[in-house]
């Protein structure tokens, strides 16, 4: 009975590491990307994952519309394809 106890336990702790270094970092970073995501308005500069550079101009449940460039040309995407927030446009202001 100790010994299969001993074993099923030396078989857990490489799991519950796993979990606690990789698994669980992985959801705050997912987690956060969202609520940066949701927490974005009108005016703020962001970045896509393609790495287009604009000032978002209109935000809807899942899509939002930027605008580049100095011809001002508008986007509209998923906010899924946001990959980071710069903060507000202060030219705009």
């Known amino acids: 009975m100790g010994d299969s106890a001993y074993t099923m336990l030396l ?5 519950a590491l796993l979990y606690f270094f ?3 970092p992985q959801k705050k970073k997912e987690q956060a990307q969202a609520e940066m995501r949701n927490d974005i308005s ?5 970045i896509t994952i393609g790495g287009i550079v604009g000032r978002v101009v209109n935000v809807k449940d899942d ?3 930027i605008e580049t460039g100095s011809e001002k040309t508008r986007l509209k995407m998923m906010k899924a ?8 446009d202060e030219q705009q202001q």
């Open 11 to 15: 078989m857990l702790i490489p799991f």
């Open 22 to 24: 990789m698994v669980r």
């Open 42 to 46: 009108p005016g703020d500069r962001v």
């Open 63 to 65: 899509t939002i519309t």
């Open 81 to 88: 394809a946001i990959s980071q927030r710069e903060g507000k």
